[in-house]
């Protein structure tokens, strides 16, 4: 049986993987800092589409963030930084808020 591709964001989503050939290492957001205008959701490339509103925080899911990073550009309170040290995201509830964008 061949593999899934992690090139394919439903499968990112399904083996709750990150591609390994992004080189660039994921963004995070800093709550604290966050003014929620949603613009780099905006901006997050649709293959992508790495950022989601999980209660009243806009998160940005690592496994699925490319570190491309057009959502920098577009914050303007520039609160968004790399995390080469992140870690797996392991809460339910954000895996199902991102698995929902596909169901559109
Ligand atoms: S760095 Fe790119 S892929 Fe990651 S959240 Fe920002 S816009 Fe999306
Ligand atoms: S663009 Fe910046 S301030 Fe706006 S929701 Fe995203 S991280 Fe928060």
């Known amino acids: ?12 989503i399904e083996l709750r993987t990150r591609d390994p050939r ?11 800092e966050c003014i929620h205008c949603n613009s780099c959701v905006r901006a997050c ?9 999980v209660s ?7 496994e699925l963030c490319s570190g491309c990073p ?3 550009d577009a914050c303007p309170v520039d ?3 790399p995390a080469a040290d ?3 995201t392991v809460q339910d509830r954000v895996w199902k808020e991102v698995a929902r964008d596909d169901e559109d």
Do not use: Q
């Open 79 to 81: 609160c968004i930084y």
């Open 22 to 32: 992004w080189k660039a290492p994921p963004r995070f957001i800093a709550a604290n």
């Open 45 to 53: 490339p649709e293959s992508f589409d790495a950022i989601a509103n």
């Open 70 to 72: 057009k959502c920098v």
């Open 1 to 12: 049986m061949s593999r899934p591709s992690l090139s394919d964001r439903k499968t990112r």
């Open 86 to 88: 992140w870690e797996p």
């Open 56 to 62: 009243h925080d806009v998160v940005i899911v690592p």
